[in-house]
Nanobody, 120 residues
Framework: QVHLVVSGGGLVQAGGSLRLSCAAS????????MNWYRQVPGKQRELVAA???????YYADSVKGRFTISRDNAKNTMYLQMNSLKPEDTAVYYC??????????????WGQGTQVTVSS
């Protein structure tokens, strides 16, 4: 059984920083891509940043230059460093692991959400 545990959310003033972590536990052989999504009430979940197992990254235009995604493949952990936070970054942030390979096969998994609130 694979679990994704997210930590690091909270309340911060505009211009501040937060670092999110997403740790995958279980007997994992490999993880393809890992992604950060966010969602605000009444809106669709949006992809914020993504990173492949090889380290290639993607960022939504709204966070480019402010957020940095990284991962430690040995620890099956992904991070999102969020700098220069804006009130519009307020959302519940979710991590997603794509094609997690275990003895049971390859499946996608979601972590629990963590609230990020940026005050003006």
């Amino acid at each position: 059984q694979v679990h994704l545990v997210v930590s690091g959310g909270g309340l911060v003033q505009a211009g501040g920083s937060l670092r999110l972590s997403c740790a995958a536990s279980g007997y994992i052989f490999s993880i393809n891509a890992m992604n950060w999504y966010r969602q605000v009430p009444g809106k669709q979940r949006e992809l914020v940043a993504a990173i492949t197992s090889g380290g290639s990254t993607y960022y939504a235009d709204s966070v480019k230059g402010r957020f940095t995604i990284s991962r430690d493949n040995a620890k099956n952990t992904m991070y999102l460093q969020m700098n220069s936070l804006k009130p519009e970054d307020t959302a519940v942030y979710y991590c997603n692991a794509v094609r997690v390979v275990t003895l049971e096969g390859a499946y996608d998994y979601w972590g629990q959400g963590t609230q990020v609130t940026v005050s003006s």
